[in-house]
Nanobody
Framework: QVQLVESGGGLVQAGGSLRLSCSGTGNYFNVLIMGWYRQAPGQERELVAE???????NYADSVKDRFTISRDIAKNIIYLQMDNVKPEDTAVYYC??????WGPGTGYWGQGTQVTVSS
């Protein structure tokens, strides 16, 4: 079992920056891929970014060149650096952890952290 706890959400003005953190505890041995998803009101949860244990990264087109995902494997923490944020980035952001043989959007989830971008 893996437990994930997010932090760092809040209110930020458009064009500003925010950094989210996700700390993981529990049986981490088989967790290979960690990522951030988000869900805006009335919309489906969507992938924002993922990073593997060998630090291969994957980003949604909407956040490329603005967001950066990183991982401290020794500390079991991942980060999402959000720069030049836009009002459409407003959502609840969820940390995710999954094994490599599990599909995207499956696995373990944090409780979510709200990010609100004002225009």
């Amino acid at each position: 079992q893996v437990q994930l706890v997010e932090s760092g959400g809040g209110l930020v003005q458009a064009g500003g920056s925010l950094r989210l953190s996700c700390s993981g505890t529990g049986n981490y041995f088989n967790v290979l891929i960690m990522g951030w998803y988000r869900q805006a009101p009335g919309q489906e949860r969507e992938l924002v970014a993922e990073i593997s244990s060998w630090r291969s990264k994957n980003y949604a087109d909407s956040v490329k060149d603005r967001f950066t995902i990183s991982r401290d494997i020794a500390k079991n923490i991942i980060y999402l650096q959000m720069d030049n944020v836009k009002p459409e980035d407003t959502a609840v952001y969820y940390c995710n952890a999954r094994r490599g043989d599990w599909g995207p959007g499956t696995g373990y989830w944090g409780q979510g952290t709200q990010v609100t971008v004002s225009s």
